[in-house]
């Protein structure tokens, strides 16, 4: 069964704290997206990765890190300089990084600070 | 930059009654997406527009594309509780710019039994 896989479904987070999201896909997709979702709001890009080894910024990738060693993972990490990390991190894949491809999205890491 | 407006932001409806969310693009777009997520799931691609003035259905739900290929609509005919989520549009990027895709606001619909 081909899909996304995000984990943990949960995560806390102590302050001062760097945590890492898992995402794995076995699509094949080239590309690869991280979303923040915050209650009533819609999906903001963090980080995205269209090619392996190689990745971009999104609208609010400070205090965030990723990377793209191979095709079928695109860890994110939450440093502790992201001062408000609570929120839903999503995580979704494309068969191309272009913007006619739908995204497949995983289930998502839902981040609290403890 | 390229700026999203969808309206309503929630919508409660009693069940058999219709809905109908908008999407507003600040530029002329190549396509559109929709997408849906359920409370507490994550979003799930629905259907592209591509074609000025397109329509596309899916059983209760009717996809346009505007004239201009500026705004788009998501009309459901005769709601159902299983029609409960947040619907978002999805506008997209230039290839040079990314190619990725910028999330609507969302609307969110409730059905009253």
């Known amino acids: 069964d081909g899909g996304i896989t995000q984990s943990p479904k949960y995560l806390f987070r102590k302050e001062g704290q760097n945590v890492t999201l898992s995402c794995e896909q076995n699509?094949?997709?080239?590309?690869m997206y991280w979303y923040r979702q915050d209650p009533g709001q819609g999906l903001r890009l963090i980080y995205y990765?269209?090619?392996?080894?190689?990745?971009q910024k999104g609208d609010i990738a400070e205090g965030y890190s990723v990377s793209r060693e191979k095709k079928e993972s695109f860890p994110l990490t939450v440093t502790s300089a992201q001062k408000n990390p609570t929120a839903f991190y999503l995580c979704?894949?494309?068969?191309?990084?272009?913007?006619?491809?739908?995204?497949?999205f995983g289930d998502g890491t839902r981040l609290s600070i403890l | 930059g390229q700026q999203v407006m969808q309206i309503p932001q929630y919508q409660h409806v009693q069940e058999g009654e219709d809905f109908t969310t908008y999407c507003n693009s600040s530029?002329?777009?190549?396509?559109i997406q929709w997408y849906k997520q359920r409370p507490g799931g994550h979003p799930v691609f629905l259907i592209q527009?591509?074609?000025?003035?397109e329509v596309k259905k899916q059983k209760r739900l009717t996809f346009q594309f505007g004239e201009a290929k500026k705004n788009s609509s998501l009309h459901i005919t005769a709601t159902q509780t299983t029609d409960v989520g947040t619907y978002f549009c999805?506008?997209?990027?230039?290839?040079?710019?990314?190619?990725?895709?910028?999330f609507g606001q969302g609307t969110e619909l409730s059905v009253k039994p």
């Open positions: 979704a894949s494309s068969i191309e990084g272009v913007s006619w491809e739908p995204q497949h």
């Open positions: 699509l094949n997709h080239d590309a």
């Open positions: 990765s269209q090619i392996v080894n190689d990745f």
């Open positions: 530029t002329t777009l190549s396509n």
């Open positions: 527009l591509v074609k000025s003035g």
């Open positions: 999805a506008l997209p990027t230039p290839y040079n710019q990314g190619g990725k895709l910028i």
